[in-house]
Protein backbone atom coordinates (compact mmCIF):
# COMPACT_ATOMS: atom_id res chain seq x y z
CA UNK A 1 0.00 0.00 0.00
CA UNK A 2 1.10 3.57 -0.86
CA UNK A 3 2.10 5.60 1.79
CA UNK A 4 2.79 9.42 2.42
CA UNK A 5 4.28 10.59 5.80
CA UNK A 6 4.99 14.65 6.21
CA UNK A 7 7.55 15.69 8.76
CA UNK A 8 9.41 18.55 9.80
CA UNK A 9 6.44 20.85 11.06
CA UNK A 10 6.85 22.92 14.02
CA UNK A 11 6.32 26.32 15.78
CA UNK A 12 8.34 29.58 14.47
CA UNK A 13 8.35 33.32 15.03
CA UNK A 14 7.71 35.79 12.10
CA UNK A 15 10.47 35.90 10.09
CA UNK A 16 11.57 32.35 10.24
CA UNK A 17 12.02 29.46 8.39
CA UNK A 18 11.14 25.67 7.93
CA UNK A 19 11.77 22.95 5.90
CA UNK A 20 9.45 20.55 5.17
CA UNK A 21 9.66 16.78 4.25
CA UNK A 22 7.22 14.24 2.28
CA UNK A 23 8.49 10.56 1.79
CA UNK A 24 6.40 8.29 -0.40
CA UNK A 25 6.74 4.29 -0.04
CA UNK A 26 4.75 1.52 -2.29
CA UNK A 27 5.62 2.61 -5.37
CA UNK A 28 8.04 0.82 -7.96
CA UNK A 29 8.73 4.37 -9.99
CA UNK A 30 9.53 7.54 -9.71
CA UNK A 31 6.04 9.41 -8.69
CA UNK A 32 4.85 11.52 -11.78
CA UNK A 33 3.63 14.69 -9.28
CA UNK A 34 4.51 15.63 -5.93
CA UNK A 35 2.90 18.42 -4.12
CA UNK A 36 2.61 20.49 -1.07
CA UNK A 37 -1.16 22.08 0.09
CA UNK A 38 -1.97 23.83 3.09
CA UNK A 39 -5.45 24.56 4.69
CA UNK A 40 -5.94 26.59 7.74
CA UNK A 41 -9.24 26.60 9.78
CA UNK A 42 -12.33 27.42 7.91
CA UNK A 43 -10.50 28.10 5.00
CA UNK A 44 -10.20 25.90 1.85
CA UNK A 45 -7.25 23.66 0.81
CA UNK A 46 -4.48 25.44 -1.34
CA UNK A 47 -2.04 24.58 -3.29
CA UNK A 48 1.31 25.70 -2.11
CA UNK A 49 3.62 23.88 -4.89
CA UNK A 50 4.42 21.34 -6.79
CA UNK A 51 7.13 19.58 -9.09
CA UNK A 52 6.17 16.77 -11.65
CA UNK A 53 8.41 13.93 -12.28
CA UNK A 54 10.33 16.23 -15.21
CA UNK A 55 10.95 19.03 -12.75
CA UNK A 56 8.21 21.07 -13.66
CA UNK A 57 7.18 23.32 -11.01
CA UNK A 58 4.43 25.35 -9.34
CA UNK A 59 4.11 27.65 -6.99
CA UNK A 60 0.67 29.18 -5.68
CA UNK A 61 0.46 33.20 -5.26
CA UNK A 62 1.70 33.14 -1.35
CA UNK A 63 4.93 31.16 -1.48
CA UNK A 64 6.52 32.81 -5.08
CA UNK A 65 9.81 34.19 -3.71
CA UNK A 66 9.82 32.94 -0.57
CA UNK A 67 9.13 28.50 -1.16
CA UNK A 68 10.99 26.39 -2.79
CA UNK A 69 10.24 22.82 -3.71
CA UNK A 70 12.19 20.43 -4.47
CA UNK A 71 12.74 16.39 -4.66
CA UNK A 72 14.73 13.65 -4.04
CA UNK A 73 16.30 11.18 -7.12
CA UNK A 74 16.00 7.59 -6.54
CA UNK A 75 14.17 8.21 -3.21
CA UNK A 76 10.74 9.77 -3.81
CA UNK A 77 11.10 12.64 -1.30
CA UNK A 78 9.90 15.88 -1.63
CA UNK A 79 11.37 18.87 0.82
CA UNK A 80 9.07 22.42 1.12
CA UNK A 81 11.93 24.75 1.74
CA UNK A 82 9.83 27.99 3.61
CA UNK A 83 11.75 31.38 4.84
CA UNK A 84 10.06 34.28 5.49
CA UNK A 85 7.20 32.91 7.25
CA UNK A 86 4.20 35.15 8.71
CA UNK A 87 1.34 34.72 10.76
CA UNK A 88 -0.75 34.00 7.57
CA UNK A 89 1.10 30.83 6.66
CA UNK A 90 -0.13 28.90 9.75
CA UNK A 91 -2.09 26.11 8.24
CA UNK A 92 -1.67 22.24 8.39
CA UNK A 93 0.72 21.16 5.65
CA UNK A 94 -0.54 18.13 3.66
CA UNK A 95 1.77 16.29 0.58
CA UNK A 96 0.05 14.78 -2.31
CA UNK A 97 1.40 12.08 -4.59
CA UNK A 98 0.26 10.68 -8.08
CA UNK A 99 1.82 7.55 -9.77
CA UNK A 100 1.00 8.71 -13.01
CA UNK A 101 -0.69 11.22 -15.14
CA UNK A 102 -4.69 11.13 -14.23
CA UNK A 103 -3.73 8.64 -11.17
CA UNK A 104 -4.62 8.06 -7.82
CA UNK A 105 -3.74 10.88 -5.57
CA UNK A 106 -2.41 10.04 -2.40
CA UNK A 107 -2.67 12.21 0.81
CA UNK A 108 -0.30 12.22 3.98
CA UNK A 109 -1.74 13.11 7.17
CA UNK A 110 -0.38 16.78 7.31
CA UNK A 111 1.70 18.40 9.28
CA UNK A 112 1.36 21.61 11.30
CA UNK A 113 3.02 24.92 11.11
CA UNK A 114 2.83 27.65 13.58
CA UNK A 115 4.33 30.78 13.06
CA UNK A 116 3.96 33.49 15.54
CA UNK A 117 4.31 37.21 15.64
Known amino acids: QVQVVESGGGSVQSGGSLRLSCAVS????????MGWYRQAPGDLRELVAS???????NYGESAKGRFTISRGGPVNTAYLQMDNLNPEDTAVYYC???????????WGQGTQVTVSS
Open 96 to 106: KATAISGGTAY
Open 26 to 33: GFSSRIYF
Open 51 to 57: ITNANRR
